[in-house]
């Protein structure tokens, strides 16, 4: 499971809180680390470029979503550079692509490792959900008690047995 997640995007756009608050209900325990970066406009590319090698040069950064809301084909065009593509394919995290919206492709969602339809949906594919893991967790917990069950009755069974024949096999005092 991912401890540290990085992202890079905007730190003041609504793809920043939707990310915190979807990371925040499923998995928790996971720690954001955000990368500020332009995500619009003629100087964004470079600075993108220069939040994923931030992320890729920290310890610890399981997974990396590199995330902008929809827009139009020159909102989105950043994520056509080739210095970004570079970066992303360089990474040594897994990266997660969520540029636009379903419809938008972008050349980092060809050169991520995964793609998703939206930045919520990244979110949700780089952290488990906690609810699942619960579930996970209490019906291992209820198949290892039935199993220890089952053992305990076999082995009190095999006691019994081995005292039955300790007597039929000891000597007639009489």
């Known amino acids: 499971f991912p401890q540290r997640v990085g992202v890079v995007t905007s730190p003041t756009g ?3 809180g939707d990310i915190k608050t979807v990371v925040a209900r499923r998995y ?3 720690e954001l680390v ?3 970066a332009k995500v619009q406009g003629a100087d964004a590319a470079p600075t993108i470029v220069e939040a994923l090698y931030a992320l890729n ?3 610890g950064i399981d997974v990396i979503i590199v995330a902008r809301g929809g827009g ?3 909102d989105l065009w950043p994520f056509n550079d080739e210095r970004v593509a570079r970066a992303i394919y360089a990474a040594t995290a897994p990266i997660i692509s969520a540029v636009g919206h379903e419809t938008d492709t972008t050349i980092a969602d060809l050169v991520a490792d995964c793609r998703a339809a939206t930045p ?3 979110a949700e594919m780089a952290v488990p959900d906690r609810a699942e ?3 996970g967790v209490q019906a291992y917990g209820q198949t290892l008690s039935t199993r220890t069950s089952v053992l305990l009755t076999r082995g009190s069974e095999a006691i ?3 005292k039955a024949r300790q007597v039929r096999a000891g000597p007639d005092l009489d």
């Open 120 to 122: 919520s949906a990244a």
């Open 14 to 16: 609504a793809v920043w």
């Open 57 to 59: 040069g920290l310890d």
């Open 72 to 74: 139009s084909l020159e």
């Open 160 to 162: 019994t047995q081995l």
């Open 28 to 30: 928790p325990l996971a």
């Open 133 to 135: 893991l619960a579930a």
């Open 34 to 36: 955000l990368a500020p």
